[in-house]
Each structure stands twice: as C-alpha cells, then as structure tokens.
C-alpha cells in the first residue's frame, strides 16, 4: 500500500502528541482500506474460478461489451461478469449477481461451465457471512445462418 501524504503526516502529528489528528487520520485510513477490500473480492471470486481446475483465465476485460464479441468470434468458451458494484454489495451484505456467459454451441460444456460456476460461486458466498453471491444464468443461443 502506498502511503498517502496527508496519512503519513497525520500519523507524524499523533505521534507528536497532536489530539486531533487521529480523528482526522482514521476517515483516510478507512477509506484506503475499503478500497482495498473491495478490489480483493473480485479477486478472489476470479481466484477461486482459476483455483476450480475447471476454468482458465486467459483475459480480464473492462468493458462488458467486449464479452459478448469473444464468445460470438470462439475465442473464450465462456465469460464471467462482474458488476463494478460487486464488491461493495457483498460488503455490505446486500448479496450480488455475477453473469456467466456461456457458448452454448456445445450443450454439454455449456451445462457443466453453469453447474461448476454455481458450485464456486456457492462455495465462494460461504466464505463470508454477509449475503449471497449467485451466478445468474444466461440463455445464450448461438445465431445460425443458413445458407
């Protein structure tokens, strides 16, 4: 973590005996650490998706648009999304949806990426007492032309 300045210089003030400096020192730090946490969730779902055996992570993606062309062109078999508000939802104990893409083209890895995902998502959302984290399945039809 890096060192804010005004946290370092907070931290100098408390320890110089400076009163008030501790009540503005721990707004900062709360802040950073629940930054930190909430990019630590989405890893450890994608985590704990690598860990299954069952999925490799070739790409992480910004754009949940981007999904939708890799699965379309055959480059990835499957596409995990997760909301932006992920985090901050299974803090707070809302509970949240991530969306598992899935090229349906052949049904029966399309059926066990569903059923394996909802299996690490479950064993992910025990992890933590504040709410649930469900994977939302998706009916993905393959488009056929016909010539």
Same mark, same amino acid.
């Given at each position: 973590m890096e060192s804010h300045p005004d946290i370092t210089g907070l931290l100098v003030a408390w320890r110089g005996g400076d009163a008030t400096a501790?009540?503005?020192? #721990?707004?900062?730090? /709360?802040?950073? +650490?629940?930054?930190?946490?909430?990019?630590? +969730?989405? =890893?450890?779902?994608?985590?704990? #998706?690598?860990? &299954?055996? /069952? *999925?490799?992570?070739?790409?992480? +993606?910004?754009?949940?648009?981007?999904?939708?062309?890799?699965?379309?062109?055959?480059?990835?078999?499957? &596409?995990?999304?997760?909301? &932006?508000? *992920?985090?901050? =939802?299974?803090?707070?104990?809302?509970?949240?949806?991530?969306q598992m893409l899935v090229d349906g083209t052949d049904p029966n890895p399309a059926q066990a990426a569903l059923a394996n995902s909802a299996v690490i998502a479950g064993s992910f959302e025990q992890s933590f007492n504040h709410g649930k984290v469900a994977i939302q399945r998706v009916d993905f039809r393959p488009r056929l032309a016909l010539a």
């Open positions: 501790l009540d503005r020192l #721990f707004p900062l730090v /709360y802040e950073e +650490l629940r930054r930190i946490a909430h990019r630590q +969730l989405s =890893r450890d779902l994608i985590n704990a #998706f690598e860990q &299954s055996g /069952y *999925f490799d992570i070739i790409l992480h +993606l910004n754009r949940a648009q981007d999904m939708r062309k890799l699965l379309d062109r055959g480059v990835v078999k499957a &596409s995990l999304h997760i909301p &932006s508000d *992920f985090s901050k =939802r299974v803090l707070r104990g809302e509970g949240a949806i991530v």
